[in-house]
């Protein structure tokens, strides 16, 4: 591995912000892995590892009017509509649901397709499917609200409200940052103990765990993806206000946003009144489960349900027009590139469309094709989804789905690109007109030995 004190800067991800502010372009000054564990109590006092690593910060500068543009011709809401209907025909995907919001409003808030193919019904606007990684934008989103009251520091330490906690390094221990775990720069090999997650394990003991799991650089200074480590911001937004994560996320943002249907855990999504049931593939075709518990012990990296109608009204505020529950510049500050992750450009409509990648505060930067677009996605066994947000359009997109189906991926790509007027790519296999085909890649594709689990090629991951 490379020296650790060899720093290399992120490529900048340029664009507006909610078409009010602009996200405060954060230059990485993440270094390079160490070459061994012991390196990083060697190297505590050089300048390079006792400087604090890049922490988030607030740019409130304002941008004219002018600076955002509404959707290029050709965006047709209704074209979306059919397309996300005609991916529920001959049931290629069990149930679909789909959010656009534009300009402060709700565009699109509809289901498609059954809950379930062995009970049929019909999903509609308030059907709830499990979000999976698209959780760790709350959880972002929830420190934040912490940080804004005050009781909570981007670059507090985890040990001062997590005074148990160890990682294997002391050092690296005392330097650990809210900040590190909600942007992946922990320091672990990529999703630490997230077997042990499908495996049933508890939180409290993958939590134990991670005092001796091998370290690959100083927090702070490398990307990997994480779950369990990731969680560790549901215990701190629990010594820092004195509510259960679960409680804190409810009263801070489902209630004041109108997300009526929202809600924790498995038993929050067996309570709704319709939910998805999430699918696999069998030789006689789609079998629906029950849902699997392993990840929302997890709550903060994965433990949100949410119907199309709740998707609106978080997008809503996302693109800046509710900021009396989500301030602009708070918004502009969880929307800020902090590290690199070239990884995350591969195949696909990422590899053709992204040119920069990098991971804000529980969301992902890409510069598609020279336009921002805050992003993530998620999957857990049985349930799909992803969220984008383009601040220089005012919109916002979520799209979910009910069964192990890279299939319905291709329609992000494809409302991104007729919101910007970018040339038609064939991204989906149907026939709504001549300008598009099919991608069978999703945009986060479960790694195959660890099913279920979140990261950057897990399942439970959302990008």
């Not at 061994?36 to 400087?51: I, K, N, R």
């Not at 249907?261 to 079998?287: E, T």
């Not at 986060?444 to 897990?458: C, I, L």
């Amino acid at each position: 591995m490379k020296n650790m004190s060899r720093r290399r800067r992120m490529r900048p991800v340029a664009s507006g912000l909610l078409g009010v502010l602009l996200p405060f372009a954060l230059s990485s000054t993440a270094q390079t892995p160490a070459p061994a564990v012991q390196s990083l109590q060697a190297s505590a006092t050089s300048p390079g590892f006792a400087q604090s690593p890049t922490q988030p910060m607030v740019y409130r500068a304002s941008l004219p009017q002018s600076s955002v543009q509404a959707p290029a011709a050709g965006f047709d809401v209704a074209s979306f509509e059919s397309m996300a209907d005609q991916l529920t025909y001959g049931e290629r995907v069990p149930g679909m649901a789909m959010a656009i919001v534009q300009g402060g409003r709700v565009l699109s808030a509809r289901g498609y397709g059954v809950t379930d193919v062995s009970r049929p019904q019909p999903v509609d606007g308030h059907t709830v499917f499990r979000l999976a990684s698209l959780s760790k934008a709350f959880a972002g989103t929830m420190a934040g609200l912490l940080v804004n009251d005050g009781t909570l520091r981007w670059d507090s330490k985890i040990t001062d409200y997590v005074p148990g906690f160890q990682l294997s390094d002391p050092v690296a221990t005392r330097q650990l940052t809210v900040a590190d775990v909600l942007s992946h720069r922990v320091g672990l090999t990529r999703n630490a103990y997230d077997r042990d997650v499908e495996a049933n394990a508890d939180y409290y003991t993958l939590t134990h765990k991670l005092a001796s799991a091998p370290l690959r650089c100083a927090p702070g200074d490398c990307y990997a993806y994480q779950n369990v480590a990731f969680s560790l911001v549901g215990d701190v937004v629990f010594a820092a206000s004195g509510s259960f994560y679960e409680q804190s996320v409810e009263r801070r943002i489902f209630k004041p946003l109108g997300m009526n249907d929202a809600s924790m855990g498995l038993a929050g999504i067996q309570a709704s009144p319709r939910w998805a049931r999430p699918h696999v593939r069998s030789r006689n075709g789609w079998v629906s489960l029950m849902p699997k518990p392993t990840y929302y012990r997890v709550a903060p990296a994965a433990g949100v349900n949410a119907s199309a109608s709740d998707m609106a009204q978080w997008l809503l505020a996302h693109t800046g027009h509710r900021p009396d529950v989500l301030p602009a510049p708070l918004l502009a500050t969880l929307h800020a590139p902090l590290i690199s992750t070239p990884g995350e450009m591969r195949g696909g409509w990422r590899h053709q469309r992204v040119d920069s990648a990098s991971y804000a505060l529980g969301w992902r930067v890409f510069d598609y094709a020279g336009h921002q677009v805050i992003f993530h996605a998620g999957a857990v066994q049985g349930y799909r989804g992803l969220v984008a947000l383009v601040p220089e359009r005012d919109l916002g997109i979520a799209i979910m789905w009910n069964g192990e189906s890279s299939l319905p991926s291709g329609l992000l790509p494809t409302i991104l690109d007729r919101a910007m007027g970018l040339p038609a790519q064939r991204w989906l296999d149907i026939d709504v007109d001549s300008d598009f085909g099919s991608d069978n890649m999703l945009a986060e594709r479960p790694d195959a030995k660890q099913k279920g689990a979140s990261s950057n090629k897990s399942v439970a991951s959302p990008r």
